[in-house]
């Protein structure tokens, strides 16, 4: 089935590649393998990527739209984009509008304040930075007043955070006393008003150095 | 005339001769730095920069940046955008430098890969900027008060006239032992720079190669930093450098390093 998620991002990536004029494009693509040294040898991991990123801008508007591909030997196809917005540029303020990796916090390496964005953890903490994000379909409003920031966030949809399938070999495998069993009944998320989240952040650049 | 008023002005002109004698006698090596550092180089600047990186073996690597730069009389901020290859794409540096004595720049860098604007603290201002030969505090603009200047002698490159200064820092584990600085006489430009590691050898030589007088004011347009211990190079050109086209305030912000041009 169609995904409607899609349909922003994919007419985004339309409208860019239209406007080819000032199109900037990059990309990779990447093979992965692993092996494990002991068991029977096999490789634990096949995965070949396709990363394409298309970035076009004029005045004071932004597109992005960054298209993924992976593509497993025992895996389903797997399709998406990892961030497709559009940004506005006013004077004291941002708008950005889409699906957008959204970070917070200054620390690298570790997610202490970096809440936002949902992360794909199905490969642990290997992957770039870029593909454990996972982007957000927000509107996000910034706001600068001398050294100050607000930002705004508003997520209409819920994006989760993806752990590793039981039977990968990053599935962490739960210590319980007791057999235990998950209901996943209930684990759809709605797209209703209860589920929206807002966020809101300030932030303030000082500094002064004496040596 | 009164006797008395030809011996005053003979007084004065004497005075006002030996000072000047006073003066010449004393350009000493810190009146050089100085004079080098506060030469005018005009309100603000724009350019596109072409860094190019070589190893050894001689194989290139070439990076495209869009530079502006504005001075506000106490302080310098500059802001630099890499425009290409892809994996440097959308990175940025930005830099303020102050006049205030003792105060250090300072720097930040964004990273797209971790869309993070990040300050580079004193310790890490002796890394090396973007696979360079430049580090961090070679981007900035060294206070003359942190550095003791003695003038070696004088000599001529290229057909220029330069004063030789050696500057020994006055921080004690500064990344560099010393610099000798060969300044052109009536330009005040530094046209070639030697930096000696922490333990006093030889490690890079700065040099200036094309420099030209734009709306009034000497610039540097092309420059090579040459890492003699590892042999690699990195030849910055300056392309159509425009002065004085009234930048925004707003350049330089973490806004904008996140934003990029």
Redesign the interface.
């Known amino acids: 089935m169609f995904d409607k998620k899609l349909i922003i991002p994919l007419l985004l990536l339309l409208f860019t590649v239209s406007n080819a004029q000032n199109l900037?494009l990059?990309?990779y693509a990447r093979t992965y393998l692993g092996a494990l040294t002991t068991g029977d040898n096999e490789y634990s991991i096949v995965q070949n990527t396709f990363d394409l990123k298309f970035e076009h801008s004029k005045d004071n508007v932004?597109f992005k739209v960054n298209p993924f591909l992976y593509h497993y030997s025992d895996k389903d196809l797997e399709l998406g984009f990892r961030q497709a917005y559009l940004?506005m540029?006013f004077d004291s303020f941002?708008l950005r509008i889409g699906k957008q990796?959204i970070?917070w916090g200054?620390a690298?390496g570790v997610f202490i304040t970096d809440i936002v964005s949902p992360k794909d953890l199905r490969e642990f903490l290997l992957p770039?930075?870029?593909e454990i994000r996972v982007g957000v379909t927000a509107l996000k409003f910034?706001y600068?007043l001398g050294n100050n920031?607000f930002e705004l966030v508003w997520i209409p949809v819920f994006t989760p955070t993806q752990m590793p399938d039981q039977n990968s070999i990053w599935s962490l495998q739960p210590d319980y006393p007791l057999p235990y069993s998950i209901d996943y009944a209930n684990t759809d998320v709605k797209d209703k008003l209860a589920t929206v989240k807002y966020l809101l952040k300030y932030s303030l650049?000082f500094?002064r150095?004496?040596? | 005339m009164k006797l008395r008023n030809v011996i005053t002005l003979t007084l004065l002109a004497a005075a006002i001769f030996s000072i000047s004698l006073y003066a010449q006698e004393e350009l000493t090596g810190k009146k050089i730095i100085e004079n080098v550092y506060y030469r005018p180089t005009g309100e603000d600047a724009t350019s596109d920069l072409t860094m190019t990186l070589i190893n050894s073996r001689g194989n290139e690597r070439v990076r495209e940046i869009k530079q502006y730069s504005k001075d506000y009389g106490k302080e310098e901020k500059s802001i630099m955008f890499f425009l290409s290859p892809?994996d440097v794409?959308n990175t940025s540096f930005m830099n303020w430098s102050y006049d205030e004595e003792?105060?250090?720049d300072?720097q930040w860098i964004y990273l797209p890969?971790?869309?993070?604007v990040?300050?580079i603290s004193?310790d890490s201002k002796s890394d090396y900027f973007m696979g360079s030969d430049f580090a961090y505090d070679d981007l900035g603009d060294r206070h003359p008060s942190e550095d003791t200047h003695k003038l070696l002698r004088e000599e001529t490159i290229n057909g220029e006239d330069c004063y030789v200064v050696e500057s020994i820092s006055k921080?004690e584990d500064y990344m560099y032992s010393k610099t000798v600085v060969w300044v052109s006489k009536d330009k005040w430009i530094g046209l070639k720079k030697e930096f000696y590691d922490e333990d006093g050898d030889h490690l890079k030589n700065l040099t200036v190669k094309k420099y030209d007088k734009i709306d009034g004011f000497w610039t540097i347009l092309h420059s090579e930093m040459h890492n003699v211990q590892k042999d690699h190079r990195t030849i910055m050109k300056l392309k159509d450098v425009k002065l004085n086209t009234g930048i925004d305030d707003n350049m330089f912000?973490?806004?904008m390093m996140k934003?990029g041009i």
């Open positions: 900037f990059s990309g932004y940004d540029y941002d990796q970070i200054k690298d770039d930075f870029n910034d600068y920031t650049a500094f150095n004496r040596f | 892809a794409r003792g105060r250090d300072d890969a971790l869309k993070k990040k300050r004193s921080e912000t973490e806004r934003r």
